[in-house]
């Protein structure tokens, strides 16, 4: 189901130095050890020419009507709107020219409560999702499901980063039925609402055997690449590439670390998943308040003018599925429909839509289910409608 290309990667250690799993003390010295030092540096090299894109994009979708877009059956009489025409699904939502994610790591974590208290509220004010990794034993320990399941409530995403935040767990394999397993299942009973797909490994250490674990419990996501910026293509959702930011070069962007990141995103129109930990204190990786929110000031406007899309990983995931599998809707009149199966069915979200009409309005509304999905005008005669390939008809007006 999850298209994946076998990469052999070497483990990679770096960076994520911090220390979750020690109440209180906070021993960030051992921390820094591995910070910013890769062990082994070999590009996943998305292989472009595999099939593995090709091949889902002729799976699953709207049977029939794959590729031949579309075509304005006005039969019904009921559009004042002219032929209504489907061209493409977007490359990133509302038509972005890049995609961008945050996961603060280490949520639950002694120390990290800069997480719940700083950053969740700073992003709902933006109106922005991020992912939280959370150290599992670390929110049994210390009771905080319910602030977690505030979060996921609101749309954060929640990220499985193990179960106690153990050092040399990818080389261990005796202690994956805690660290991996257990931590999964335990997260998903504690999850109210919310699947657990996306798993993030300490220290970012991993190997080929233990990142064939997660893909084997059904996880859609993974972070377990290189640093960089993803191609808009990617192929491999167990090696999602990324970039830290702390000391000793984390980070592969040293000036100005958090813009150029999103800078390089938009040059190469890919996604971007940026590792973050606590705001201030002394933790590993701490950004300084002041920054942070600077950035997500930063990513706001680039939203704004329409060059960024920022979403939790696994929606990042689903989306670029979704665009590849999903095909275009059948157009009737003016009510688009999508028949999801097979590989749309299983990475389902909302998709952003080019739709031309013919009448140019000044704008459109477009309800599916008794909801207004988000559109707007993009030119003469063009718009970018929002709909959920798993819902029913989307039915287009004139403003
Ligand atoms: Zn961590």
Known sequence: ????????????????????GSAGTSSSGGTGSNAGSEASGNSPSIPSATSANSGA?????????????????????A???????????????????????????????????????????????????????????NCEERELWNPVNAMAEY??????????????????????????????????????????DFFIFPYDAFNDAVVAELEA??????????????????V?????????????????????TMAAYLDAAEASGGWALRELHGIDGDLW??????????????????????????????QVVRYRHARAACGLPTVSGSALTY????????????????????????GVVAEQDGVVMPSRKVGGGEFYVDMAVDGGALVLAER
């Open 1 to 20: 189901m999850v298209a994946t290309v076998g990469i052999a990667l070497a483990a990679t250690v770096h960076g994520c130095g911090d220390d979750g």
């Open 57 to 77: 994009t002729s799976t699953g979708g709207s049977a029939g009507t794959n590729g031949a877009t579309t075509q304005a059956d006005t039969t019904g009489g």
């Open 79 to 137: 559009s004042s709107l002219g032929r209504v025409t489907v061209q493409e699904v977007t490359t990133w939502r509302n038509g972005a020219v890049a995609a961008y994610s945050i996961i603060h790591d280490d949520a639950c974590g002694y120390g990290l409560d800069s997480l719940f208290d700083v950053a969740d509220p700073a992003l709902r004010e933006r109106g922005l999702h991020a992912g939280f990794g959370v150290i599992v034993s």
């Open 155 to 196: 749309g954060h995403e929640i990220i499985n980063h193990s179960w106690s935040h153990a050092a040399g767990i990818p080389d261990d394999p005796a202690v994956w039925p805690t660290e991996i397993e257990m931590s999964t299942t335990v997260l998903a009973k504690n999850l109210r609402g919310q699947a657990v």
């Open 217 to 234: 419990l059904d996880y859609l996501g993974v972070r377990a690449g290189t640093r960089g910026v993803n191609d808009a293509e990617f």
């Open 236 to 256: 491999d959702d167990m090696r999602i590439m990324f970039d830290a930011y702390g000391p000793d070069g984390a980070s592969i962007y040293p000036d100005d």
């Open 285 to 314: 990786g701490a950004i300084p308040a002041a920054d942070y929110l600077a950035h997500l000031d930063d990513v706001a406007a680039r939203i704004g003018r329409g060059t960024i899309w920022m979403d939790t990983p696994t």
């Open 339 to 362: 028949e999801a199966q097979g590989e749309c069915l299983t990475f389902a979200t909302t998709v952003t839509l080019r739709v031309l009409v013919e009448s140019d309005p000044g």
